[in-house]
């Protein structure tokens, strides 16, 4: 019997070619609806692959009774919807897609810093409310990027990548990670500082970390307070690295500049959300690495990981290496 693939979206059948070929595919049949919880635990528990997204909360219960799984292929670079820890006891691979988003999601970054310090949202819909009567000297003015202070926290692949994108801004690059990144600081000239005196400084503070369990609630009314009064939060890690309501609270009493979010701590977040209600803040429902090419490569890297552990060969980009050991 050919080894069976759940596929918990529906994804364009070009991408899944090679995989149906050799196959047997079961593919949720809904594009904009996760599949319901009942019936992922259900099918996983006869299934050797499991394709995911990261509205799929892949944990304990799950792993436990899927008997033939063999590997958890995420579509994201981000994992924290898995159980890493329980998948490796079960001898579960955990596959991601770093790499192939990178510049994508650099690029919707800084596009996202910069629609917020421009106003552009606000300007689009101002001409769209039919408001705009005149030119006016500070008409819609906003906050300058380059030659300002930029701090990173969270200096992984996209981190450095935004990096570069800043320096073509002349802009001072600040950035805070567990560990320090000498070539982004020798390519591109970024200065590593303490978490403290990068909220001290920073103009703009973007947050591009892991969700984990020491990032969890890594920003929070403390942490706003220290930002200077113009300064502008830009997330596009995860939403539980922040607390919302205290965001919401620095923004609207005029602790930070403004926002721009692509996450949320509750996603998806309706057109209700308090953040919503403050004009100095740009929200986009999560769609950092959202291009046609990128995602039908992360598709594709996904794929092919699942591909290579039907096969029992390495996979290109493994989370839990201990499992091949
Ligand atoms: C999306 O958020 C990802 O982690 O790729
Ligand atoms: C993603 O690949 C990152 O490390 O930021």
């Not at 196959?23 to 692959?49: F, G, T």
């Not at 008997?67 to 994992?79: R, S």
């Not at 421009?118 to 906003?142: C, D, H, T, V």
């Amino acid at each position: 019997m050919k080894p069976i693939i759940l596929i918990t979206r529906k994804l364009p059948d070009a991408a899944i070619k090679d995989l149906k070929n050799q196959y047997h595919i079961d593919m949720w049949e809904e594009e904009d609806v996760p599949i319901p919880r009942e019936i992922l635990l259900e099918k996983s528990k006869n299934v050797d692959a499991l394709l995911t997204m990261i509205t799929e909360k892949i944990d304990e219960e799950l792993i436990a009774n899927a008997k033939q799984l063999k590997v958890i292929a995420n579509c994201a670079v981000g994992y924290d919807n898995v159980d890493v820890e329980t998948a490796t006891k079960y001898g579960v691979a955990v596959c991601n897609t770093p790499d192939v988003l990178t510049d994508t999601t650099a690029d919707l970054t800084f596009a996202l810093l910069m629609v917020t310090a421009r106003r552009m949202i606000e300007a689009e819909k101002y001409i769209q409310n039919g408001q705009w009567k005149s030119w006016s000297p500070f008409l819609l003015a906003g906050k300058d990027i380059h030659h300002k202070t930029l701090g990173i926290v969270g200096m992984g692949k996209i981190g450095s990548k935004v990096a570069k994108r800043a320096k073509g801004f002349d802009m001072n690059i600040l950035y805070h990670n567990r560990t320090r990144k000498i070539e982004v600081e020798e390519e591109i000239g970024a200065k590593y500082c303490s978490f403290e005196e990068l909220l001290r400084t920073a103009d703009f503070v973007v947050c591009l970390a892991p969700l984990t369990p020491e990032t969890e609630g890594m920003f929070q009314k403390e942490q706003f307070n220290m930002m200077k009064k113009d300064a502008i939060f830009i997330n596009v890690g995860r939403g539980p690295i922040v607390n919302e309501q205290d965001l919401y609270e620095a923004v609207k009493n005029g602790v930070i500049g403004g926002a721009g979010l692509d996450v949320f701590e509750k996603e998806p977040i309706d057109e209700t959300h308090p953040l919503l209600t403050l004009p100095n803040v740009v929200a986009l429902p999560h769609i950092g690495s959202s291009s046609v090419e990128t995602r039908m490569r992360m598709i594709q890297l996904s794929c092919s990981n699942i591909d290579q552990i039907l096969k029992e060969k390495i996979p290109h980009t493994l989370v839990n290496k201990q499992i091949m050991l």
